[in-house]
């Protein structure tokens, strides 16, 4: 059945760009809402922005989300990613500011939240998008891809020159808690030399390595405590991928293949997708199929504990 949050939850923090402070709050919302974040800093009746693909305005650096009145949101793929984990399909998600606060670099912060505070089933039942015939999308020599299967299957490689980073590649099954267990702490990460380009260009003003970051040179790990996984990063791309696919409005059944995908790939894939209604089935879901959707059989416990 559809999933809400069952008391509201806030949360405070600095933009990781922008830097500015702001303020989080997801609040419960009933059954066929959706997602639906609220900037409460901009006037009323213009302020709401639905979690959904054809709303994006794509960027290299993260999920920015406009509406048909110009309001942006940015950074929302991290909270996204902690809704869809834990198995929330309407939300309201209110925000004081132009960008979701970037709390600890990973999804662990709203996915504690979420938990801490319960989770309400209606009694609607949850649609599901299955995925029935493969659907690809290219930029350079990044891929990502959606091929059928039946539970939400993630993918994804990575290769940088950074001998820290090197060539990662992880596959998990997004049902079963996993997500909350493997993949929530993982922080977003970035070269020192994109470090210094950002900066330049007034970005990453609210980026502080061992915070929020994960920052990597040639070799070194510049991150007190170092890594919370050996494999870190590609865990993150994975987790930032849960969260972009969370804007196709509803959960996807398939496995998605990502090999040194963004943002905007994902993006990419998901207009290739809905622009193709042959290769996909909008499935009403049983306990069974329930059962394999992202965030099934999720617990507080399961939640790794961070420095």
Known sequence: ?????????????????????????????GPECGIVFRRTDCALGQNDIPALWDQVLQSPLCTRIVNRHGVELSTVEHIM?????????????????????????????????ILSKGIRSSDAPVKAIRIVKPVEVRRG?????LVPHETLLIEFSIDFEDTAIGSQKKTLNMSNGSFVRELSNSRTFCRQADVDAMLANGLAQGGTPGVNAVVFDGDRVICPGGLRHADEPVRHKMLDALGDLGLAGLPI???????????????????????????????????????????????????????
């Open 253 to 307: 059944l398939g496995h998605y293949q990502g090999a040194r995908a963004g943002h905007a790939l994902t993006n990419d894939l998901l207009r290739a997708l809905f622009a193709d209604p042959e290769a996909f089935e909008v499935v009403e879901c049983d306990a069974e199929m329930g059962a394999r959707l992202p965030g099934a059989g999720v617990h507080l416990r399961e939640i790794p504990e961070v420095a």
């Open 81 to 113: 990613a902690a809704l869809v984990g834990c198995g929330i399909h309407n939300a309201l998600v209110e925000v004081s500011g132009p960008e979701v606060p970037i709390m600890d670099g990973s999804a662990s912060v709203f996915v504690r939240g």
């Open 141 to 145: 020599d990044a891929t990502a891809r």
């Open 1 to 29: 059945m559809q999933n809400t949050i069952k008391t509201a939850v806030s949360f405070s923090g600095v933009g990781l760009h922008s830097g500015l402070p702001a303020r989080v709050t997801i609040k419960p919302a």
